[in-house]
């Protein structure tokens, strides 16, 4: 596997279920983040994690619960969300967080479906 | 607060050029990015600008001026596999990427 991996790539899921996303990267980064992807809207940036510590967590619900057990690895845990929920989520991955010319590289998505 | 504004949609026609703006307002600059992104896959990391100036990379170019807070990326001699949205980000004071909506071009053959 090459670049950032995310599984599954498709979730439907009731508003009283709990499932997790993975995200894995294979670059050697230190940084990971997880964004969530509307139509028409912005990228958002939800939590992100430099050197294995969290270091943003951008007024997000506590539905959403992410861990990061090693640099490798990033994990985005669901709780009784919501249908507006439903979007596509997406990892990315950096050398650091605090690089200006670090771009960063993203997996292909999750796309979540809250019935 | 902070924001990033570019175009919704564009239409161009295979063979041509287009230009796509952007402008923004963040608290601290640390660089502009462009990103494409085909419909249903990942963005993909186009182009860097921190510097006042043009980066020309193939047959796409991006610009800037910090002093407008103002960026473009050109695209020349438009193929059909150029369909995709682009998007501009800026990272801040805070290294935080902030990100624009994203402009969504159309290729016509």
């Known amino acids: 596997e090459t670049g950032v991996t995310q599984t599954p790539r498709h979730l439907v899921m009731g508003m009283t279920n709990k499932k997790s996303l993975k995200c894995e990267q294979h670059?050697?980064?230190?940084?990971m983040y997880w964004y969530k992807q509307s139509a028409k809207k912005p990228l958002e940036l939800m939590f992100v994690?430099?050197?294995?510590?969290?270091?943003e967590n951008n007024s997000v619900p506590s539905r959403f619960s992410p861990e990061c057990p090693n640099s490798s690895h990033l994990f985005l845990h669901l709780h009784t969300l919501q249908p507006e929920d439903s979007a596509l989520y997406l990892c990315a991955s950096s050398q650091d967080e605090a690089s200006g010319v670090a771009e960063q590289f993203f997996g292909p998505g999750t796309r979540l479906t809250v019935l | 607060g902070q924001n990033i504004d570019q175009p919704t949609e564009m239409t161009a026609t295979e063979g041509a050029i287009v230009q796509i703006n952007c402008t923004y307002q963040?608290?601290?600059?640390?660089?502009l990015f462009w990103y494409q992104q085909h419909a249903g896959e990942a963005p993909t990391f186009l182009s860097y600008?921190?510097l006042d100036g043009l980066e020309e990379k193939g047959r796409f170019s991006s610009f800037l001026s910090r002093s407008k807070g103002y960026s473009y990326l050109l695209l020349k001699e438009l193929q059909m596999k150029d369909s995709a949205s682009y998007l501009c980000?800026?990272?801040?004071?805070?290294?935080?990427?902030?990100w624009g909506a994203g402009t969504k071009l159309i290729i016509k053959p």
């Open positions: 963040t608290s601290g600059f640390n660089g």
């Open positions: 670059l050697g980064h230190n940084a």
């Open positions: 994690y430099n050197f294995k510590e969290q270091t």
């Open positions: 980000a800026v990272k801040d004071s805070n290294y935080q990427l902030i």
């Open positions: 600008n921190v």
